[in-house]
Each structure stands twice: as C-alpha cells, then as structure tokens.
C-alpha cells in the first residue's frame, strides 16, 4: 500500500507540475495580448485596394524611438508600379528600415507613404500588410504542418491552392518526399528545414497572398548553390508582374533589375540600374562591386 500511495502522489505532483506551467504560458499570452499595438490604427480608416502597386515616399523623416538622430531625413523616392528595385548599401544604411516603414511597422515622425496614391496612415494595418507580401530575411515557420504555414497568409485556402503555390515555390518536390507530405509539422518540435527549403516555404506563402507589391529581403547565409538556383528560380518566377523591392547583399541579385537604390547612413546615394552605376567612377555602388567582385 505504501508503494502505491507512494506512486499516486508522485503523479499528482507531477500534474500539478505541469497545470502549473500552463498557467504561467497563459498567463504570458495574455500580457501579449492586451499590450497596446505600437502604431496605432487611425480611427476611421479608408479603404485600400492596391491595383497597381505605385509606391511613394514624400519628405519622410524618421527617428527610431529612444535614438538621437533621424535615421531618414526629408527622403523622397518615387516607385513605379510594376517596377523591379534593388535596395543595396552596407549594413545598417537603412534598406531594412525602408520596408518596414513602407509595411508600417514603425510610423514616420513626419511626412508621407503612398500606396497607389493613399497615405498608409489612413488605412488599416491589417489592410496594408494583407496587400504587400514579404518573404523576410529569417521566414519564421510555425510549429504547425507545413499546409498550415504555406496557408499562414490565407488560412481559407484549399488543398489544391496550397499544391499549387509549393509547386510554383520550387518546393513541392522536399515536401512530397516527405512521409507525411503537406501534414508533416515542422519547426520548435517538428521537422528541421534547410535555410534554402524554409526560403521556398515563405515563397509559397508569397505565392498564395498574391499581392501586388512584394518585399523580398535576401537571406544574408549563404546556401549551397544547388538550393541557390532553387530560390532564385521562384522568386524569378514571383516577380513577375509586381512591384518588387529587393533588399539585396548579394549584388549579383540587382544586376538585372530596373532600378537599384544605394542607401548610404538614411539616404538614398545614387539611384539608376546597375549598367549605369557601375560606370560612375568614384560611386558607392562601384565601391561595393569591386568589393564583391574581388
Ligand atoms: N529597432 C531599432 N531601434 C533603434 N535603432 C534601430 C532599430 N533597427 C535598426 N536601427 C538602426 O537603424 C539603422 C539602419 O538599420 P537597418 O536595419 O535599416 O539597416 P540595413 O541597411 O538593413 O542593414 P543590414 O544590411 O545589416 O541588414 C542602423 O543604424 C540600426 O542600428
Ligand atoms: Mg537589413
């Protein structure tokens, strides 16, 4: 009797153990949930339908909360829709801070960002951001199957449109190959994926989000060139017929676009393709090519 009294108590400290954890989570989630969004929506918002994809910044200033300085000051670019443009400059030049102010993850202090000529401040966030798609430097996946996180942008759709978006992504044949396919559950406590295959995954999403506007920050790992050319590949085949602003560290990924933005501390240095930019004796980006090309 003593032994199994024994046993029994063991097990409910055990549960008691992990209600106790459960709590803890909840009670963490809930922190999250009730924390204020740090850009507010505006109160009565207008509507968004991006048609076109035209992107505008007029007079941005931007400081980054609890910095000094201005990061952009008075910037002004004009982007046409449909147009390809690398954004390229060393590090911590300002490429990163040009999409998120652009996806409004942070407010400008000061003048305007318009999409298809309406002020992103007067719209709702969530409207924004369904209408731009972003294939981030680090994809972060879910512990969730890999249907769940291709759909994570639309979580209404089907099968088939799932297949369908892998497959344009260059990443159906990983998928297909594993035992569970489109059910296996990747990330904390799921499946490992390569760099280059979690790439394809939010290429997928991309694909099926369907926006008009595409934000693509280059992964700054490199990959082995096999799954390089698989990446390059979908996101060739993404481009088209977007608006497409690429954060690029690799150069060779610029070299075919309309148009490259040299970001150099907040501003924007030179502004012309790269046929042009290499040819400018003295300029940053030939600087950065002969970097490269070493
Ligand atoms: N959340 C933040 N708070 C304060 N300062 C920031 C924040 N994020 C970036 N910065 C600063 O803003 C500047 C621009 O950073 P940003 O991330 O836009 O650079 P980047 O051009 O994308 O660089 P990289 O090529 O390394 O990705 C840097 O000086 C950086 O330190
Ligand atoms: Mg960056």
Known sequence: MT???????????????????????????????????????????????????????????????????????????????????????????????????LLRLYAQNSGRILVDGVDTATVRQSDLRSQIALV???????????????????????????????RLANAADFIERLPEGYATLVGERGIKLSGGERQRVAIARAFLADARILVLDEATASLDSQSEALVQEAMERLMEGRTVLIVAHRLATVVGLDRILVFQHGQIVEDAPHAQLVQRTGGLYQQLYALQSL
């Open 3 to 101: 032994f199994l009294v024994q046993g029994y108590l063991r097990e409910i400290g055990q549960q008691v153990s992990v209600v106790q954890r459960s709590v803890n989570e909840m009670e963490e989630l809930l922190l999250l949930w009730r924390t204020p969004a740090g850009v507010p929506d505006p109160v009565q918002p207008a509507s968004l339908h991006v048609r076109h994809g035209a992107i505008a910044f007029e007079h941005v200033t931007f400081t980054y909360p609890g910095q000094p300085d201005p990061l952009f000051n008075d910037l002004s670019v004009q982007i046409a829709a449909g147009s390809r443009v690398g954004l390229v400059g060393p590090s911590g030049s300002g490429k990163s801070s040009f999409t998120k102010l």
């Open 136 to 166: 981030p430097q680090e994809p972060l996946l879910f512990h969730r199957s890999l249907a769940e996180n291709i759909a994570y942008g639309r979580p209404d759709a089907t099968p088939e449109q799932i297949e369908h978006a892998a």
